[in-house]
């Protein structure tokens, strides 16, 4: 699913990642961790193709994205990633399903299919009676769930986190930490989550740690 193989990055004289080799498999629940500034957010966004490594190459779902150009990695993001950040960052002025559809009007498809899609995933999140509500009108776990189900309407291959629970209280964390494997086990779905939240990381398939550029064997 993912291959990564000597990724390097600096921003200026600082080395950000050193060196970087993983593989992920389709499937999994992957979380990375390790003490801010040891390059976890880096390595996530050279990942999902919003950052380019200085050096080494990464392969996602078979693809090489460190060689494709600036307009077809912007179609592959659409087609192929999705992303949770720790505030959902959603349009304030849409309703939840309209959040939801926005990729999908991105890609193309028909605004009948991107419906049907937005309310299968909505139903899914246990969101059907929310649909309709702009975000103002939603909590915080709501919120988040739409914008979960917003990175999961084009099918992605796989779902990249950057601290999703972080901004949720202890209820709303344990509730959006079961979703994701209930995400795999219904869709198959891949995840590759940084967080800081030890629950999290103990219950993920595989936890990788980094430390200063590098991952921890």
Do not use: W
Request: with cysteine; glycine share 8%; hydrophobic share 40%.
């Amino acid at each position: 699913m993912i291959e990564i193989k000597g990724i390097r990055k600096s921003f200026g004289n600082l080395e950000v990642l050193k060196g970087i080799d993983l593989h992920i498999d389709k499937g999994e629940i992957v979380s990375i961790v390790g003490p801010s500034g040891a390059g976890k957010t880096t390595l996530l966004q050279i990942m999902g193709t919003l950052d380019k490594a200085d050096s080494g190459t990464v392969m996602v779902d078979g693809v090489d994205v460190s060689r494709l150009s600036k307009t077809k990695l912007s179609d592959f993001r659409n087609q192929h990633v999705g992303f949770v950040f720790q505030f959902h960052q959603l349009l304030p002025e849409f309703t939840a399903l309209e959040n939801v559809m926005i990729p999908a009007f991105i890609r193309g498809s028909k605004r009948s299919e991107a419906k049907a899609r937005a309310e299968e995933l909505l139903a899914f999140m246990g969101l059907s009676e929310r649909a309709d509500h702009k975000p103002a009108e939603l909590s915080g776990g709501e919120k988040q769930r739409v914008a979960v189900a917003r990175a999961l309407v084009n099918n992605p291959a796989v779902i990249f986190a950057d601290e999703p629970s972080g901004s949720l209280d202890s209820q709303n964390k344990a509730e959006l930490h079961q979703l994701f494997f209930d995400l795999r086990d219904k869709y198959g779905q891949t995840f590759v989550i940084v967080t800081h939240d030890e629950g999290l990381s103990q219950i993920t398939d595989r936890c990788i740690h980094m430390k200063d550029g590098q991952i921890e064997e």
